[in-house]
């Protein structure tokens, strides 16, 4: 096993917050053979936020279009290569997927403050038609590995279509300094988060309202919470986000490196019925399997090195929230 890289971030501030230089925590980046103790990596998403404001229309194709030939290509080409660069500025990206997504939460945001997501997902044609089950996910983030992996999230016996993957997120550092603005650190730098996620379809009228209904579909996650929260009162009723409607435009499978390949995609959020053509957030990602839990040095450098040059391009705005951070505890008006 290759030893891990161990980067010291330094933030350098705005003038209009200070003179101080701050130093962010070490972050381990896991080149070669997943993470030491066993555990395996499932996958790798690489994520940035772009301005949502570029692609105000009622059809964002074009816009994505500019941002994909006058962007993100010449990106991929500088950082993997040329034929990838090429291949996604040909074939573009396709609407993947169309869902109505919503989370759930306490009302002093119980869980996210300590890293669980409670979300629902429910697919949509181009017409707005919903389909009749919901797929629910519960998901516990965090920057610690083999926390985020020994957490557990098990599902009932008769749950229908159960998925868990354990994986890894990329995203810029940055330090928030309110709801709208932050600092990206400069020379451009990643961090880590881990997540443990479990997702599994339901009805519509078994989505849980409360604690103690998201412990009646995951019987671990009362033992979870309370591990990490102490005592809680797992009657606490659960209070809905706004509804957003999520398209994903997805590109081809390209090669990063020989014999592993990542797929781009760009995920835009409306935030209820009455922003079709304004979306509320705007994320391109790219991600690949690991490999029996393995990834080669060669890709995770080339991986890396492209989501720190994706931080500079003209639409990028790194210091954003991310899409749960932004929404997890929001509440409809």
């Not at 994520?47 to 964002?60: Q, S, V």
Request: aromatic share 8%; net charge neutral.
């Amino acid at each position: 096993m290759s030893r891990p890289l161990v980067l010291l971030l330094q933030i350098r501030p705005r003038a209009a917050i200070g003179c101080h230089t701050f130093f962010a925590a070490a972050i381990m980046l896991l080149p070669a053979s997943g993470i030491a103790g066993g555990i395996e990596l499932d996958s790798r998403e690489y994520k940035l936020m772009l301005r949502p404001t570029e692609f105000i229309a009622a059809d964002p194709q074009q816009a994505i279009k500019r941002f994909i030939t006058e962007q993100l290509a010449p990106a991929v080409r500088d950082q993997w290569n040329a034929d990838a660069a090429n291949e996604l500025a040909e074939k573009r990206l396709e609407v993947g997927e169309r869902r109505i997504v919503r989370f759930r939460d306490s009302g002093d945001c119980l869980l996210f403050r300590h890293g669980f997501a409670w979300r629902q997902r429910v697919d949509i044609d181009e017409h707005g038609t919903r389909a009749d089950d919901v797929e629910i996910t519960l998901k516990f983030r965090s920057p610690d590995a083999f926390l985020a992996a020994g957490t557990s999230l098990n599902t009932t016996n008769d749950a229908r279509k159960v998925e868990s993957k354990f994986e890894e997120d990329l995203g810029p550092v940055a330090v928030r300094n309110g709801p709208e603005g932050g600092v990206v650190a400069n020379p451009r730098a990643a961090r880590s988060q881990f997540s443990q996620s479990t997702t599994q379809i339901v009805s519509v009228d078994q989505v849980p309202t409360s604690l103690a209904g998201i412990k009646g579909l995951y019987p671990s996650f009362g033992e979870e919470l309370q591990a990490v929260v102490g005592r809680v009162e797992m009657s606490a009723p659960l209070d809905p986000s706004p509804e957003y409607r999520e398209l994903v435009y997805k590109s081809s499978k390209l090669d990063i490196a020989k014999d592993l390949k990542a797929r781009f995609a760009l995920t835009l959020w409306y935030k209820g019925a009455e922003n079709q053509d304004h979306p509320a957030l705007a994320e391109i990602s790219f991600k690949y399997d690991a490999k029996n839990g393995e990834v080669r040095n060669e890709v995770a450098r080339r991986a890396l090195a492209l989501l720190l040059a994706m931080q500079d391009l003209p639409w990028a705005d790194p210091a954003a929230p991310t899409k749960t951070a932004l929404v997890a505890c929001d509440r409809p008006s």
